[in-house]
């Protein structure tokens, strides 16, 4: 039987349809149970046929799952898994305490101390790198970063990647507020379909922050477009995301 800290992450995977589109046709969810607590996960389309569930159990003990989908390949799908105590430096993720403090799941206490890079995950792979050493060197544990790309002032570059599907004209010239208002006629995304690959090396970032504890403060909606982003983006989300 599969094991999982408490505070980790339970990955389900599962092999489906990848013809039509499985973002928008296919429909997947897992209910968690553990004694009389009961989750219901959704669950996403990874690329390339594969689909996911993830989960990250507060409970120490016997678990269940099974699968709910509108794909047979998908549906009714069951296992058990044991979570067991969490260690080292495992506190899970940070919630509010006594309404005006921070703490983790555990207890420990949390004083944030950040700073900004709002597209670093998004620049090319040695900036990147780059970031992660100069974290490594400092004492901050919180960075705020959004999960789209940023254009503005001395942060021009077309990222290696996009979240959708599709691409978009670059601009040649330095940045002017113009920029920020996107012609219809040149966005050429299908934002009915994700692009699986940003949001993995997205994860892989994350996993890089937690490993250094560091959490990710992420910006889902911001201003700063070039790309016409931010119009299929409904509501501001500002969160702190801890992956252990």
């Keep these: 039987m599969t094991t999982t800290e408490q505070w ?4 389900l995977i599962l092999s489906g349809p990848s013809t ?4 928008t046709e296919t429909t997947l969810f897992a209910i968690f149970e553990n004694a009389n607590k009961k989750i219901k996960i959704r669950g996403f389309y990874d690329g390339e046929g594969v689909y996911k569930v993830r989960f990250m159990p507060n409970r120490i003990g016997e678990w269940h799952y099974v699968t709910q989908s509108n794909v047979t390949a998908l549906d009714k799908t069951e296992g058990d898994f044991t979570v067991s105590a969490a260690t080292a430096d495992n506190h899970g993720p940070v919630v509010v305490s006594n309404r005006t403090s921070f703490a983790y799941a555990d207890g420990t206490p949390y004083a944030p101390v950040g700073t900004t890079a709002y597209a670093w995950a998004v620049q090319d792979e040695a900036t990147q790198q780059q970031t992660l050493n100069t974290l490594r060197a400092n004492n901050f544990n919180k960075i705020r970063m959004t999960v789209f790309p940023k254009y503005y002032d001395y942060n021009t570059k077309e990222p290696q990647q996009y979240p959708y599907v599709g691409d978009m004209p670059q601009s040649t010239h330095p940045f002017t507020n113009d920029d920020w208002a996107v012609k219809q006629e040149d966005i050429r995304f299908d ?7 940003y949001f ?3 994860e892989q970032r994350i996993k890089d ?7 990710a403060d992420l910006i889902l ?4 477009d ?7 983006v409904s509501t501001l989300t500002i969160y702190i995301c801890n992956i252990s």
Excluded: C, K
């Design 20 to 23: 039509g589109n499985p973002f």
């Design 191 to 197: 934002f009915s379909r994700f692009n699986p690959q």
């Design 8 to 11: 980790q992450t339970f990955e």
């Design 200 to 202: 993995q090396h997205l």
């Design 209 to 215: 922050l937690d490993a250094l504890g560091i959490q």
């Design 226 to 232: 070039h790309w016409a982003l931010p119009g299929w």
């Design 221 to 224: 909606f911001h201003p700063y």
